[in-house]
């Protein structure tokens, strides 16, 4: 018996995904001021099927991003707040009893949501964010032996403080790699922060988001996008940057296959998102340090010399050879 490959994305697939990326992003930036390339990097990585680590300082908008997404596609938005109390039912959910017929049923926890903000997640004790690890790879909830399955789309937008380090836990390796990327909005412009100012701007406000598709045509362009052709070459130097973090003596621990196949996967959704039915270089090198940085964990010689996984990035980007920019 034989089976036929699915057929690659047509131009007129990746045009329709293109004009839809478009609008969500225009309508989150209605709430998400001057922030673009970041409001689509968060796209490009639910569009993947992954996950959004955001690093930066209280009053950037965080919150208000990950709800606006949520808005933006007609989604349900949940927020769990991460404090050093907080129990893995808490997140999850857990059986309760029925006093009134005598069952016992299923509570679901703020997971069972399109979008979920897990605010400042490294204030949590590490059980509390393990409860994290299944849901984010699998998109399941095993309580009491019975599987619970979370609503798709599913993405988890997680928060911590890089400044204020008081009470809070290091995200251990395992939890780092299941965020496809990792990036931080920053202060806006000049232009753009005068905006905000405006007494009569819009931003921070949600409810002026509308939402300009629906979750269940979201969920289908995140399974059509992974028939977007991937040209051998290209394979070949993601594969080849990623064994060039493995030789790197700056580095104890390289990208792994898991973390390399996040990175084709963002670069296919990366190039529809341009109009192109087909990723180049320049898509791998724009998403190189927010999809490997935060998986790669740095020698202590590096880290007293005030090296960054993101600085080890560029290196590897700017040592190993280019292919050229073709589909074939």
């Known amino acids: ?173 395992a939890q780092l790699d299941r965020f496809l990327v990792r990036t931080g909005l920053g202060y806006p412009d000049l232009e753009h922060e005068l905006g905000v100012l405006e007494p009569l701007s819009t931003a921070g406000m949600i409810g002026e988001v509308s939402p300009v598709t629906t979750p269940q045509e979201v969920a289908g362009h995140i399974r059509s996008l992974r028939r977007l052709y991937v040209a051998r070459p290209l394979l070949l130097y993601i594969r080849g940057l990623g064994e060039a973090t493995r030789k790197d003596r700056r580095l104890r621990l390289g990208a792994s296959p898991r973390g390399l196949r996040a990175l084709v996967h963002c670069v296919q959704v990366h190039a529809a998102a341009q109009g192109r039915n087909y990723p180049v270089p320049s898509d791998v090198q724009r998403l190189a340090g927010p999809v490997l940085a935060h998986r790669l964990l740095l020698t202590r010689e590096a880290e007293l010399a005030g090296t960054t996984t993101t600085e080890v990035v560029t290196d590897i980007l700017a040592s190993v050879d280019v292919p050229p920019a073709t589909a074939d």
């Not at 680590?53 to 989604?75: C, H, N």
């Not at 399955?149 to 809070?168: C, E, K, R, Y």
């Open 1 to 173: 018996m034989t089976t036929t490959a699915p057929a690659a994305l047509s131009p007129a697939d990746v045009a329709g995904f293109r004009a839809l990326h478009s609008r969500l992003a225009d309508a989150v930036e209605i709430a998400v001021r001057g922030k673009r390339p970041v409001v689509e990097l968060v796209l490009t990585a639910m569009f993947a099927g992954g996950h959004v680590l955001l690093e930066d300082i209280p009053g950037t908008g965080k919150t208000t991003l990950a709800r606006a997404v949520a808005t933006a596609f007609g989604g349900v938005s949940r927020r769990v707040q991460f404090t050093p109390d907080l129990l893995p039912s808490d997140v999850t959910g857990t059986s309760v009893y029925d006093p009134r017929d005598g069952e016992v049923r299923f509570r679901e926890g703020p997971v069972f949501g399109n979008v979920v903000l897990a605010d400042e997640i490294n204030r949590a004790a590490a059980k509390t964010q393990s409860a994290l690890l299944e849901v984010m790879q699998e998109r399941t909830v095993t309580v009491d032996g019975t599987v619970h399955l979370v609503p798709d789309p599913f993405l988890v937008v997680a928060t911590q403080n890089p400044i204020d380090m008081d009470g809070t836990y290091r995200l251990p390796e």
